[in-house]
């Protein structure tokens, strides 16, 4: 019953895997990915985040006003009490009701800050674009990812329909064995080996089709699509412009589009600028000050005061703080720096080894079409040599096992050199 419920699967996912004539290209699954995938779209969160703290670090060179307010109820109100030689006085209480209220609004124009602000808008530039290029790295993971997944739904299909194919070229042998059987012209050993050789490959394609069945998911689940949908998907891959180049060229573009690079290039320069603004907190503050105070009183002829000044602030001493802090992020901008150079190095192993793979798995079409032919051949002739008595049935059922082995080597090559483009795209910062 197992066996049967596993065919019954399995057929109908052969039925799928024909699916219509229009079927879903890669680049409408990459389009579909990137409308509903929520890494990227945090990718892209990030970025706007970066660009919001850009326009801070900008907006930090414009005047900033404030504005203090306060109440305050005295136990006992001061009096203003003056005595000289000549006379004395002693005023009333200063505060109506031992009570006053205060406010003050004041501008400020940073004049100098020892470049403070400008390393901290560059830090902040570095931040943007290293958040940009993470994005695009996440997309080119995202678009890598997604063609896995089709390449591994083509894949898994392909060795369904070849396991289906074994079944039914060892199911047709077992009909020929049992007739001969029947009269007497093989030996029962003959179809005792037919009828566990036929459940093996039974077994075999029950398991195909539980491998389609996870694939299919692999890849909805990218798509944001429900688990269980059967997708129709077309077989061919797209190609790239890179397809074509030599090595060295592809190693040159790779080291200038890879966005990894970009990104941690970025971090470099971001925090080398931190640590140049934690410095200049270090250096005078130089700033302009504006402002109007209102403060009531029963004493002083005026309760409104304008105010114009410059304010200079220079923080002598901090325990070493500032240093500490500053010398932190310059090792911190050292340690990216070093990655950045191990990253250069796995980006060009990356390149030439995705280079190799595509220029192998061409290599791999060309001679697994030959061998499928063959082994096509060669099952033929076994099994009319078979029933003219003139071969075992040995010799039958590991042709089979040949023709299977070989469709499945044709298939893996084909699909490994159309996601070896794809590989090579991404390597080389196409993608």
Known sequence: MRALRGARIAAALLLAAAGPAAAETLQQAWQVAIAHNQVLASAREDVQGARDRERAARDARWPSV?????????????????ATPAFA???????????YVSGTVQMRIPLYTGGAIRAGINAARAG??????????????????????????????????????AVRSLRSHLRDVQAMFTRQLVAKSDLLSAEVALANARETKVNAANTVQIAQADFNRLLGEPLGRVPQLAD?????????????????????????????????????????????????????????????????????????????????????????EADALHAESRAAGRRLEDLRSRIELQVRSDWLGL??????????????????????????????????????LEAVTLKTRAAENYDDAVLDEALAKVKLAYAAGAL
């Open 128 to 165: 943007l674009a290293g958040a940009s290029a993470q994005e695009r790295a996440t997309l080119a993971d995202l678009k890598l990812g997604v063609a896995e997944a089709y390449v591994g739904v083509l894949r898994s299909r392909r060795r369904l329909a070849v396991a289906d194919a």
């Open 236 to 324: 061919g891959l797209p190609g790239f412009a890179v397809d074509t180049l030599p090595l060295a060229s592809l190693l040159r573009r790779a080291l200038a589009a890879r966005p990894e690079l970009k990104a941690l290039a970025s971090r470099v320069g971001s925090l080398a600028s931190r640590a140049r603004a934690v410095t200049a907190s270090r250096l005078p503050q130089l700033a302009a000050v504006g402002g109007f105070t209102h403060f009531d009183n029963q004493i002083l002829n005026h309760e409104n005061f304008s105010t114009v000044g410059v304010g200079l602030t220079w923080k002598l001493f901090d325990g070493g703080q500032a240093a500490n």
């Open 359 to 396: 220029a192998s798995a061409r290599a791999r079409v060309a001679a697994s079409r030959a061998a499928t032919a063959q082994a096509a051949e060669n099952l033929r002739i076994s099994r009319e040599l078979y029933g003219a008595g003139l071969a075992s049935n040995t010799q039958v």
């Open 66 to 82: 404030s504005a203090t307010a306060g109440y305050t109820h005295l136990g006992q109100s001061p009096e203003l009490d003056v």
């Open 89 to 99: 006085f002693r005023s009333g209480p200063i505060f109506k009701n031992n009570q």
